[in-house]
């Protein structure tokens, strides 16, 4: 069974640094890109970035509202991604979501979503 | 970057109506569009993807068609369990993109 488990969310002030995790199982990691999205609170869905696998050299893509602040990076020898978020401001707060990807059949799985608000 | 634009934003039907959700992208994505539902405090599930692939699971009540730039969800007939925001999505580059939702209501 196919799970994806994000840890590390909570309470930050703007300004300041949060970093999530996304531990998963039952499906090969190592061969699947991993993406992020949020969604702020009666807000819709917003893509975050993405890694890609070793065999696309680990690339990563960000959403302009994040590129420079956030980034992503992944421990295939621990079948985990992880999303550093620096410069939080308020606008950050969300629930985030890890999800695999699938060329074909885009997110068809999504973790729980861990919750990060940005208040003072 | 290629806007997803959805319609309408809400809508309210009776159990046992078509109903027909729009999505509109600004260019051409060929046929990498992937349907959700998202259910109140809920992570949103694969409906359709590759614009009229039903997902394992999903009921066949729900269908998509499209390519290009012009896609449709449609629900058969709606059912009270059908009650959720719908988010469409292209997914042939990134960035990724989301509509911006259509939430269905029970009248």
């Known amino acids: 069974e196919v799970q994806l488990v994000e840890s590390g969310g909570g309470l930050v002030q703007p300004g300041g640094s949060l970093k999530l995790s996304c531990a998963a199982s039952?499906?090969?990691?190592?061969?699947?890109?991993v993406h992020w999205v949020r969604q702020a609170s009666g807000k819709g869905l917003e893509w975050v970035g993405r890694i890609m696998s070793k065999a696309n050299s680990y690339a990563t893509a960000y959403a302009a509202s994040v590129k420079g602040r956030f980034i992503i990076s992944r421990d295939d020898s621990e079948n985990t991604a992880s999303l550093q978020m620096n410069s939080l401001t308020t606008e950050d707060t969300a629930v985030y979501y890890c999800?695999?990807?699938?060329?074909?059949?885009?997110?068809?799985?999504w973790g729980q979503g861990t919750l990060v608000t940005v208040s003072s | 970057d290629i806007q997803m634009t959805q319609s309408p934003s809400s809508l309210s039907a009776s159990v046992g109506d078509r109903v027909t959700i729009t999505c509109r992208a600004s260019q051409g994505i060929s046929h990498y569009l992937a349907w959700y539902q998202q259910k109140p405090g809920k992570v949103p599930k694969l409906l359709i993807y590759a614009a009229s692939t039903l997902q394992s699971g999903v009921p066949s009540r729900f269908s998509g068609s499209g390519s290009g730039t012009e896609f449709t969800l449609t629900i058969s007939s709606l059912q009270p369990e059908d009650v959720a925001t719908y988010y469409c999505q292209k997914y042939d580059t990134v960035p990724v993109t989301f509509g911006g939702g259509t939430k269905v209501e029970i009248k």
């Open positions: 039952g499906f090969t990691f190592s061969g699947s890109a």
């Open positions: 999800t695999r990807f699938h060329p074909e059949m885009a997110f068809a799985y």
